[in-house]
């Protein structure tokens, strides 16, 4: 049975700004979740099964790497035993501005990144070594930790098929909305209120997010909302009015044609487009 809500799970805690560990050799099958507060960079090296990535099954061929902002949602299902490194770190691992490189390749990166490692990368050595520095923690063994994770981002951005607009880095006033979006969303719906807290107008937050992604802020946070109103769909066992109410919609019948008119599907098509019945 699904869950009537999606746990966001914090790895981290409040104290640790990073970690790398390996992954659990079990076969599972993991709940619905998403990450606050944190990156995940993976690699299975080994293991067969699926992986979501919110609304979308991937079937895993490993080796593979894969790339979550915070926010994310995803959950595993293995049908064999999975092998790899697990790494998680904080915006705050970074210094803006002597982690510049590194900072930057955080900001072009999409949300979510699956991709095959092929024979011409091999990425094992690089997670085994910064295990190795993570473990030991002598001097100056941050720099060679960011130095890896820089280089593991790098090439996890070249082996990767992206829209052009990942290939310029996302400034300032519009990476700090993208960031903000999955943190206060559904209680912030509309343009207005998120320029309000980034201190700015809804026209300076609209022209910045249009000059650096080709989309004003409006058109991310619908895009947002339906994201989430899938994820409820899909992943819980939530009614239509339910999800309506958990998006901050007063009427689930405005809820029902917002969502058509966006996918051509009523909420419940669109669930049974997935899931049968």
């Known amino acids: 049975m699904k869950a009537t809500q999606i746990p966001a799970k914090n790895k981290l805690g409040s104290h640790l700004h990073f970690k790398i560990s390996k992954f659990k050799e079990q076969i599972k099958k993991t709940r619905p979740h998403t990450h606050e507060g944190y990156y995940e960079l993976i690699y299975l090296h080994e293991g ?3 992986h ?8 895993i061929y490993a080796p593979e790497l894969y ?31 002597q982690d510049v490189h590194l900072t930057e390749l955080l900001q072009v990166s999409p949300t979510q990144v699956q991709a095959r490692t092929g024979t011409a990368f091999q990425p ?3 997670f085994e070594a910064m295990q190795q520095e993570y473990q030991r923690l002598q001097p100056f063994s941050t720099p060679v930790i960011k130095g890896y994770l820089q280089a593991l981002l790098g090439k996890l951005l070249q082996i ?3 829209r052009e607009v990942h ?6 006033l519009t990476a700090r909305f993208l960031s903000l979006l999955p943190q206060k969303s559904p209680d912030f719906t509309t343009a207005k209120a998120y320029a309000r807290h ?38 819980t066992d939530q009614t239509v009015s339910e999800v309506a109410y958990t998006l901050r919609y007063n009427d689930p019948s405005y809820f029902v044609k917002f969502f ?18």
């Open 260 to 277: 058509k008119k966006h996918t051509g599907l009523t909420p419940v098509q669109f669930r049974q487009s997935y899931l049968g019945g």
């Open 198 to 235: 980034l201190g700015v107008s809804p026209q300076r937050l609209n022209a910045a997010c249009r000059q650096h992604t080709g989309q004003s802020a409006s058109k991310h946070i619908t895009v947002h909302r339906l994201l989430e109103a899938k994820r409820y769909l899909l992943h």
């Open 160 to 162: 990767s098929k992206e």
């Open 124 to 126: 094992y050595p690089i």
């Open 167 to 172: 290939s310029t880095p996302v400034a300032g």
């Open 52 to 59: 979501w990535l919110d609304t979308e099954r991937h079937r």
């Open 48 to 50: 067969e099964g699926f």
């Open 67 to 97: 790339y979550l902002a915070p926010g994310s949602l995803h959950c595993w299902q293995f049908t064999s035993i999975p092998k790899g490194f697990v790494v998680m770190f904080t915006a705050d691992f970074m210094d803006p501005i």
